[in-house]
């Protein structure tokens, strides 16, 4: 058996407008989805999954990923995470040049599905890494993120950045701008994690922003205003010391610059009134900034805070089913067996 894990992320800056080529910051935090994997004598796929956000679900079939049946539970969230497993099966064959190889594959989520937590980089990341490993091929971690990329830009019809799969395979604070991909300094950030339970449909968000942008010249300029908040979030880090805990001036400053970019997304029609109640519950709290993260449309806040406060008062607001502090993970894809 073999066993890889990879970190969910969340989005300092820049989820949606690095679509249009602006650039944006995701930063890989310490929860993982794990994937184990045993090579099997015919080419069947048996995938037996557990996600936070799920019921555990098995289906086997045999060959073709294109031939799997329907997975038989009424969720449309256990059909896109099987996409993204069959996504991952192809890349690892590929990458080993074994057409038929089978597996059987168990897969274990700490991350909430389609919430803008990076659960499907994270399982196809940790997917490919395993399954290649199992087939005795090692990838170099820059390989691992362009199939990952890949396996996300199939399942998603085109609509897919790298920063997903880039940030969980390389772990810590990234910067993505189109196909240019690097890894930048950052400190230890505070992250606080809302999530109200819910998912956002990122292909119709993604839609919904793109024809606002062709509509109105002044979504377009919101658009870039993101890039602008993006560019003076890097310089802040830029001159930060990664090795010590943060200073409270770079803490309100970056807060301030989350908050902006929320109110920009809020404009560009991709929030939702469970994930601003979220975010007001987090700044009355105390914390430093506070944005959704991802797509939009329900799923996850990510707030700067220090203290126990806003994950309380997350816990105490209605809209909240889970608040956690989730640190910045330095590490992305893992081998754990
Ligand atoms: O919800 P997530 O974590 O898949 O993030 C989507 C981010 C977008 O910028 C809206 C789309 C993308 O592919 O970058």
Redesign the pocket.
């Known amino acids: 058996m073999t066993v890889s894990s990879a970190p969910g992320?969340v989005?300092l800056f820049?989820?949606?407008?690095?679509?249009y080529g602006e650039p944006?910051v995701p930063c890989a935090i310490e929860r993982r989805a794990t994937v184990a994997v045993d090579a099997r004598e015919d080419d069947h796929i048996r995938v037996e999954a557990r996600d936070l956000s799920l019921d555990g679900f098995t289906v086997e079939y045999a060959g073709d990923t294109d031939d799997r049946p329907d997975v038989d539970v009424p969720s449309g969230l256990v059909d896109a995470a099987m996409g993204y497993i069959d996504a991952a099966v192809e890349q690892a064959r590929d990458a080993a040049d074994a057409p038929d190889a089978g597996f059987d594959i168990r897969v274990e989520s700490e991350i909430p599905l389609?919430?803008?937590?990076?659960s499907?980089?994270a399982v196809v990341v940790a997917g490919i890494d395993a399954a290649t490993r199992e087939l005795g091929v090692e990838l170099s971690s820059e390989e691992l993120a362009d199939r990952a990329y890949r396996a996300?830009y199939d399942v998603?019809d085109g609509?897919?950045?790298r920063?997903?799969t880039f940030c969980s395979a390389m772990g810590g604070a990234v910067r993505v701008e189109g196909d240019d991909c690097r890894r930048i300094d950052a400190p230890n950030l505070p992250f606080v994690v809302g999530f109200d339970g819910g998912a956002?449909d990122?292909g119709e968000?993604?839609a919904g922003?793109r024809s606002l942008r062709e509509e109105y010249g002044f979504a377009a300029d919101t658009v870039e205003s993101i890039g602008d908040i993006v560019r003076e979030g890097e310089s802040l880090l830029a001159a930060a010391d990664p090795a010590s805990d943060p200073e409270p001036e770079l803490l309100a400053d970056l807060g301030r610059l989350m908050d902006f970019d929320h109110g920009l997304l809020e404009a560009l029609g991709?929030s939702s009134r469970t994930l601003d109640n979220m975010v007001w519950a987090a700044r009355e709290a105390g914390a430093h900034g506070a944005k959704l993260?991802?797509?939009?449309g329900g799923?996850c806040i990510v707030a700067l805070d220090e203290t126990p406060e806003t994950r309380t008062a997350l816990r105490y607001t209605a809209e909240c089913r889970d608040a956690f502090r989730a640190e910045l993970d330095r590490e992305g894809v893992r081998a754990e067996k």
């Not at 820049?14 to 679509?19: F, I, M, T």
């Not at 993260?293 to 939009?296: D, F, V, Y």
Request: a negative charge; aromatic letters at 2%; proline letters at 0%.
């Open positions: 992320k989005y820049g989820e949606h407008a690095v679509v944006a389609g919430a803008g937590l990076g499907s980089a996300e998603q609509q897919a950045s920063a997903d956002g990122t968000l993604v922003v991709v993260t991802g797509a939009g799923g």
